[in-house]
């Protein structure tokens, strides 16, 4: 479980994230909505460690995490992907998903340097899992292009492949519908709820349609302006009328708050 | 000219070329695997040229040493050295962004070179370090001499091309690549950039500083006017982008290209009217530069472009 208590993330006079608390429960698929400028990448970046809160704690399964930086997390079982697809350009897609297997010795210089040997099973290993992903994911026909020549979608199962390299527990998710067909769109949601149900990972997911929302999500937390609007199942969330008018209204939540 | 003539000159070329070669091998560690842009290669450069100069000349009152010491010795200590400074720049600079990286980095190479020129109980300031030794010099004198040499930096230069390459084709050098395609994306997966950043600046910085060890003993004499950014880190770059960077077969491609080019101009602008005579470097840079256009139009990623490494690994296995 990951708990995100009373945060807050400033950038120069904007609380982008503004004592916001919620949870994302472990073994389950958990939806993060709101409208734009809700805070909810602000938010996964406070988890994954890209963004240092300016006050508040992440604990994961009860320990406190927020001081510790990207890479470490990482190793504590934390993926995500990114909103704009981040892929490794000039590399091909099978190295995209290598590089993000743990291979300790052939990352050390020295070794690389004079013993290029040392890390071939490691290698073995990386290469391995990471055809196994491609396999899974379908795109291991792809496997010796550059991910920079992918299409939008394809880029988006690629980064889900290198999330999955890594053994994780957690899985974030930013917007990984955006911009992707309806078939691949469909495909995707399946393979989220084969990770979830059939490999038991937990995953948190930012969405803006509500519809793919409620077919994947078990629960949903709703942000509005940087803070925690409510959490529920998809149908309770749906008829709060505060939800309703974050996304759909002007005035009269402004007025309420 | 006669025949033994134009091997001596190909014998020069190459021996420059070979210099170039390693400087270039050493940008692509940095640059073409790690994304550094490093605009301060004449300081790593002058740190290398210098304390090989200053470890192995003869004693003098001139300047600190020289301490008469092998040249083997003299490699090492300008490595070494050469690597020191850029560690302790790395440790200021490697989390700057490309563009500014390469701002800080020229300020340092500057400081380098003004630190050379002004203390003079190191270096002596504008009168330059002489009576640099050669290897094998008390067997081999004049146009043998040089062929000496000649196989010497070829040596250094298979050194180094190996180092680089077996970095590039490690699992080191793909996790150097993430970095330089996406710095948040590496992170994500668990890399640590800043470490992996500064060890690809200080595997280039030691290199840079044996080619500058290399021109010191092959020039025999080392002043700050050898350090001139225009000569080293501008060439270095334009070589490094023609020949395509994050490819050292590419790497030492475009040195030697660009080195002709360099050398053939300098024949040219020979014959040029005597009031020409003092433009003629420029006349070279725009040379340079209309070929780098040229190689650019037609080769965007350069004349050998990036591949990706063989994987070291067996399918369906």
């Not at chain 2, 940095?30 to 550094?36: A, E, H, R």
């Amino acid at each position: 479980m990951i708990a995100f208590e009373n945060i807050t993330m400033r950038f120069g006079g904007v609380a982008a994230v503004d004592r916001c608390s919620f949870e994302i429960p472990t073994g389950k698929i958990t939806g993060l909505i709101g409208p734009n400028g809700a805070g909810k990448t602000t938010a996964f970046n406070v988890i994954a460690g890209h963004l240092r809160p300016t006050s508040g704690r992440v604990l994961l399964e009860g320990e406190d995490i927020t001081a510790l930086p990207a890479h470490k997390r990482q190793a504590m079982g934390i993926a995500r992907t990114f909103q704009l697809a981040h892929e490794f350009h000039r590399m091909t897609v099978v190295e995209n998903l290598m590089v993000a297997a743990k291979n300790e010795l052939g990352e050390n210089m020295l070794n690389a340097i004079f013993r290029p040997g040392q890390c071939k099973l490691q290698e073995q290993a990386a290469y391995d899992r990471a055809m196994e992903t491609l396999r899974f994911l379908e795109i291991e026909q792809l496997k010796d292009q550059l991910a920079g020549d992918l299409s939008g979608g394809q880029k988006k199962l690629l980064e889900l492949g290198r999330a999955l390299m890594q053994h994780p527990k957690i899985i974030l998710l930013d917007e990984i519908g955006a911009g992707v067909n309806r078939t691949l769109l469909g495909k995707i949601a399946e393979k989220i709820i084969q990770l979830n149900k059939e490999r038991g990972y937990t995953i948190c997911l930012i969405e803006h349609d509500l519809d793919y929302v409620s077919r994947l999500c078990d629960t949903v937390i709703v942000m509005a302006q940087g803070t925690l609007l409510t959490t529920g199942t998809v149908e309770e969330v749906s008829r709060d009328e505060r939800v309703i008018e974050a996304y759909f209204g002007g005035g009269k939540y402004q007025e309420a708050i | 000219m006669e025949l033994s003539g134009i091997l001596f000159y190909l014998i020069s070329f190459l021996i420059m070329g070979g210099i170039y070669s390693v400087i270039c091998l050493a940008l692509n560690m940095q640059w073409g695997f790690g994304g550094l842009f490093n605009a301060g290669i004449a300081g790593f450069y002058a740190v290398g040229a210098y304390s090989a100069a200053i470890i192995t000349s003869a004693n003098t009152p001139n300047h600190v040493g020289g301490f008469d010491l092998p040249i083997v010795v003299g490699l090492v200590v300008a490595g070494t050295l050469s690597g020191i400074v850029g560690w302790a720049i790395a440790r200021i600079c490697v989390r700057l962004k490309a563009d500014y990286l390469a701002m800080a980095s020229i300020g340092i190479a500057e400081i380098i070179r003004l630190a050379v020129i002004n203390e003079e109980w190191l270096t002596n300031g504008s009168l330059g370090v002489s009576r640099i030794p050669r290897p094998l010099e008390e067997f081999f004198t004049g146009r043998e001499s040089e062929m000496v040499f000649f196989v010497f930096v070829w040596i250094i230069v298979a050194i180094t091309f190996w180092v680089a390459h077996r970095l590039y084709k490690s699992p080191w050098g793909r996790v150097m690549r993430a970095i330089r395609d996406n710095e948040a994306a590496a992170e994500s997966v668990g890399k640590d950039v800043q470490s992996f950043r500064t060890q690809s600046f200080v595997i280039g910085a030691i290199f840079m500083g044996v080619a500058g060890a290399l021109s010191a003993h092959y020039f025999k004499f080392f002043s700050p006017d050898a350090t001139e950014p225009l000569l080293i880190t501008f060439l270095a770059w334009v070589m490094l982008i023609a020949g395509g960077s994050g490819n050292n077969k590419g790497a030492v491609a475009g040195a030697l290209i660009i080195w002709a080019i360099w050398s053939m101009t300098e024949i040219i602008t020979q014959q040029l009217p005597p009031d020409w005579a003092t433009r003629s470097s420029y006349i070279r840079m725009l040379l340079i530069g209309l070929f780098l256009q040229f190689v650019l139009q037609r080769f965007r990623a350069g004349l050998f472009p990036e591949k990706a490494p063989k994987l070291n690994v067996k399918s369906h296995g």
